[in-house]
């Protein structure tokens, strides 16, 4: 009996030591990219905005040209297409309604050489009445040159988003004349 206590003991006692290494290690993971930008809108008009891929040429001030969903189950292939004429496949693996914010996965086959892996988050963060947060975060695993130099090519992504966004939400209506029938 006295063994069993004591072996009890023992587990209770190095327990604690094991969660807090597990904790400081999942701490320890960071983003490769973390950009946010604010927007004078409401949140839900945001996330309006990224789920609409008929907006997304607008909305990156032309750097993307067009988002295709290839299915409709998830997680759901897409595939992007950009201003160059590039094309890109992505996995969306998450697209959390109640939350706002999805995460997506770029296939394999349409990574540069020496990349392992790149995944894409994208939140939305309500500030205040009327003021909306959006932040991109990615993590990407590969060789340190490769990744250096894609890290810029999102960068640019991001950049022409946070334009594309802005320009949006600034363009004032068009005002079309009614014509009088005769």
């Known amino acids: 009996m006295k063994r069993i206590l004591m072996m009890t003991c023992l587990f209770v006692l190095l327990m604690p030591d ?3 290494a ?3 290690a999942a701490a320890s993971v960071g983003w490769d990219i973390s950009h946010s930008v604010e927007l004078p809108i409401a949140r839900d008009s945001v996330w309006s905005l990224l789920k609409d891929h008929s907006l997304v040429s607008k909305l990156s001030n032309e750097y993307t040209q067009s988002i295709v969903n290839k299915d409709n189950v998830m997680p ?3 595939e992007t297409t950009f201003k160059d004429g590039t094309k890109r496949e992505e996995l ?5 309604e109640q ?3 999805l995460v997506f996965k770029i296939n394999d086959s349409s990574l540069p ?9 994208i939140f939305t963060k309500e500030k205040e009445d009327q003021l909306t947060e959006i932040n991109w975060k990615i993590i ?3 060789d340190r040159e490769a990744k250096k130099k894609y890290l810029e090519v999102l960068k640019i992504e ?3 988003y946070e334009k594309g966004f802005q320009n949006y939400l600034q363009a004032k209506p068009k005002i079309i004349r009614a014509v009088s029938m005769q």
Do not use: P
């Open 158 to 160: 991001i950049g022409e």
């Open 99 to 101: 939350h706002r914010f």
């Open 18 to 20: 094991k969660s807090q």
């Open 113 to 121: 050489q020496g990349i392992k892996s790149v995944q894409i988050a």
């Open 140 to 142: 990407m695993e590969g």
């Open 76 to 78: 759901i292939l897409r």
């Open 22 to 24: 597990q904790m400081a």
């Open 92 to 96: 969306l693996s998450q697209l959390e």
